[in-house]
């Protein structure tokens, strides 16, 4: 790529989603909308912060992992685009003679492990989003409650659409690579209750709400 993903503007970086390069892609679309997540959770506690019976110590530690959560997404987006990249590129290596398969497979298992590892970390993150949103609906100002939904929401389809790229990437991984065992282990994990954290979220904002 000729320039970072997170120096684009929204328009130019839609329309690099919706161009025909396949970099960047689903992985990092994911992290963009948990760092987005993550990015509404703190804009909601600097609107609940100074306001009566507000809980200041709750609202300062989720301010500062909210913040850290929205860089590190920032950052993995660009890590999921490189580590794609580097699949692209280690597809086109020649493969006329044993030594060319040889050292086109080396580096194919170098960058599917690390097109798999990206998209894993975040779903973690964007999991720590969701955490977040969930222990500010109760707290959190209460005519801002829509946002903490969809930051909420947001994180949730980051864990999904990265758990998407996780998954497809695990079958190209060698059979006895450790990585295969363990990062699909760790999705089953990320995604086992996240149906029902969603739902709990948006029904407790709802009712706060209401």
Known sequence: ???RLTDLSVTDLVGRLASRDPIPGGGSASALAGAMGAALVHMVVELTAGRPAADEPALARIRFAAASL???LLRLAEVDAAAYASVVAARRLPKDTDRDRDARRVQMDQA???ATRAPLEIARRASDVL???EELV????RNALSDVGVAGVLAAASIRGAIMNVDINLPSLPDDDPLRAEAGGAAEELVADLDDRERALRGAAGERIG
């Open 112 to 114: 599917i492990r690390e």
């Open 70 to 72: 929205q860089s590190d």
């Open 131 to 133: 955490a977040l949103a």
């Open 138 to 141: 109760p707290i959190g100002n």
């Open 1 to 3: 790529m000729d320039s």
